[in-house]
């Protein structure tokens, strides 16, 4: 992209600075708002009616605590995720690049099939038609002369338009929102596989890192930046844990007054049950935008993740993005289906490269300030990605299980 350099650069305008951190934010929180993150926020609202909201709130903790830490280190330093791998073990930052973009091909698959949807559900579109024209808008925004300037606008808009139309939803399916606040607390069930599936969908594989990556490219880095980009990293999820609510209340007005979603969309129906026709037309609007804005996060982060490997491919960035949207489209169209084996190796990569990755940070910040320009990472910070990190170790362990059974 044009504005992109890993190298250390004078201060930026403010405005210029401002809309670069506005973007990464947009950039981390809508790559995570995609067609699956819809998909289990209704599933799992109608299975645990209000006491889902303990589980989105405990997941909200948890990934704070992760994107702390990862924008920090990753933003003091200057540096992406796999070449600090490269530097703590020779070779385990390509092996990490490895992992994501396979894994976020394969999810893009998935990206490119919601935009289809979405178009679909709102014109009526072949589904087909609709995935090849949305892969078509998702390259234009990188063959654009400012390619990173447009990507940043793109993300807010189409972000700030899906929270602000679901809570027009979400007021008008009338959700009860005095017992969601209380099982916030004090919830009737506490579902634990609920909590991991939502950690994983909001910071699990290239999602982890697509806000921070943006930051290094933006050349807003440095000690000095710590405190704007530790805010960002934080609202980021707020974001994300924003939509997540705004859906869940959304769903929860419906299915509380005694709805089944038994359709082979959920969401939709929800969303019909809420507002009617406008409610699916409206579903078809933010399926849309969660899903282009997921397109273009995972192409824009799994290709940063090879381009500083060698100078020849940061100089084709763009080149490699457009292909990386273009064979996404590719496989869709010639599948008939979703390639569901390949989702489920996917996802289960992505369970592992999160605690590796993060792993890798937590150790450039505990033993390598050399790394970091001198700065000293806060004791309590350290503590705090521990604790999260042996939570994500786990969920690595746990993907183990969706390996092994594609092997039975």
Do not use: C
Not at 58 to 66: F, G, P
Not at 69 to 79: D, P
Not at 296 to 310: E, H, I, K, N, R
């Amino acid at each position: 992209m044009a504005d992109q350099s890993t190298a250390r650069r004078p201060a930026r305008p403010s405005a210029a600075r401002r809309g670069s951190l506005l973007g990464a934010v947009f950039l981390m929180a809508t790559s995570a708002i995609g067609p699956g993150f819809m998909t289990q926020t209704t599933q799992f609202t109608a299975k645990l009616g209000a006491a889902f909201a303990f589980a989105i709130v405990v997941s909200i903790l948890v990934d704070v605590a992760v994107q702390l830490n990862v924008w920090r280190v990753i933003g003091v330093s200057g540096m992406r995720a796999q070449d600090l791998g490269n530097r703590v073990v020779p070779g385990l930052g390509y092996a990490m690049a490895a992992l994501v973009v396979f894994g976020g091909l394969v999810f893009n698959v998935g990206n490119v099939a919601g935009t289809s949807l979405g178009l679909d559900a709102l014109f009526g579109l072949d589904v087909k038609i609709g995935g090849a024209v949305s892969a078509l808008v998702a390259i234009a925004i990188f063959l654009s002369k400012r390619a990173g300037v447009a990507m940043d606008r793109i993300v807010v808009v189409l972000g700030v338009l899906m929270i602000a139309l679901t809570a027009f939803v979400a007021v008008s399916s009338g959700p009860p929102v005095g017992d969601a606040l209380r099982q916030t607390v004090l919830p009737d069930r506490i579902d634990l596989l609920s909590v991991i599936t939502l950690i994983g969908g909001t910071v699990g594989g290239y999602i982890t890192y697509a806000g921070a990556h943006r930051l290094v490219d933006a050349g807003v880095t440095g000690p000095e930046q710590v405190v704007a980009v530790s805010r960002s990293s934080v609202t980021s999820i707020l974001v994300t844990g924003l939509m997540r609510v705004l859906l869940f209340l959304a769903v929860l007005g419906v299915v509380s007054g005694g709805v089944a979603l038994t359709g082979a969309n959920p969401t939709a129906d929800a969303f019909g049950h809420a507002a009617g026709e406008l409610g699916l037309r409206l579903f078809g609007v933010i399926l849309w935008a969660a899903s282009i804005t997921s397109v273009v996060g995972a192409a824009y982060t799994s290709v940063s993740f090879l381009v500083s490997f060698s100078p020849r491919l940061e100089r084709a960035r763009n080149w490699l993005v457009v292909a990386f949207v273009a064979l996404s489209a590719l496989v869709f169209l010639l599948l008939d289906q979703a390639p569901t084996t390949l989702l489920v190796l996917a996802g289960a990569l992505n369970g592992l490269i999160l605690p590796v990755g993060f792993g890798v940070l937590m150790w450039v910040a505990a033993r390598r300030r050399d790394l970091l320009g001198g700065y000293r990472y806060p004791r309590w910070l350290l503590v705090v990605g521990l604790l999260a990190w042996l939570l994500t170790l786990y969920l690595g362990i746990s993907s183990l299980t969706g390996i092994a059974a594609l092997w039975k």
